[in-house]
């Protein structure tokens, strides 16, 4: 991954416990990143968060996001309403991968309830660490999802 892509990143309480070992995982890789969530906030809507990483990951230059909430799902939702966004919440390793391969995903979202930390670390590699393809069906296809939502 090159060094100069920017990270973004955020959580809502529910999810802050995985983001801040996101935090020290960036750290250990010295990637840099800005944290939209850096207290615990008990009882915070997490759509807020999603929108304002997904709105600073759709006006940056290869900008890439990282959300965590309690079950992944809501901040995928939330930040796939921003346009230019392909959000994608990776259960496995071959979801993770194909997510940036053919889909050039530019936000992932973790579940911070019921799913290992350990095994949220090892996608979020993955998923960082590959690349898109570039292949023309591909890019094809992204772009038919970027019109329908105009």
């Known amino acids: 991954m090159k060094k100069d892509v920017k990270i973004f990143i955020g959580s809502d309480h529910a999810g802050f416990e995985t983001k801040e070992k996101i935090r020290k995982y960036l750290d250990s890789k010295k990637i840099s990143y800005e944290d939209f969530t850096p207290v615990k906030k008990k009882g915070d809507d997490y759509p807020l968060y999603a929108f304002k990483v997904a709105k600073k990951v759709a006006e940056t230059k290869d900008g890439k996001g990282i959300l965590v909430c309690g079950s992944g799902t809501g901040m995928e939702i939330a930040a796939n309403k921003i346009k230019g966004i392909r959000a994608v919440a990776p259960y496995d390793a071959y979801t993770a991968k194909m997510s940036r391969h053919d889909n ?24 960082l660490k590959t690349k898109f393809s570039g292949a023309v069906r591909h890019k094809r296809r992204i772009k038919e999802i970027n019109k329908y939502g105009r």
């Open 104 to 127: 050039d995903a530019n936000i992932v979202t973790f579940r911070e309830r019921g799913f290992p930390s350990k095994k949220v670390i090892r996608l979020l590699d993955i998923w």
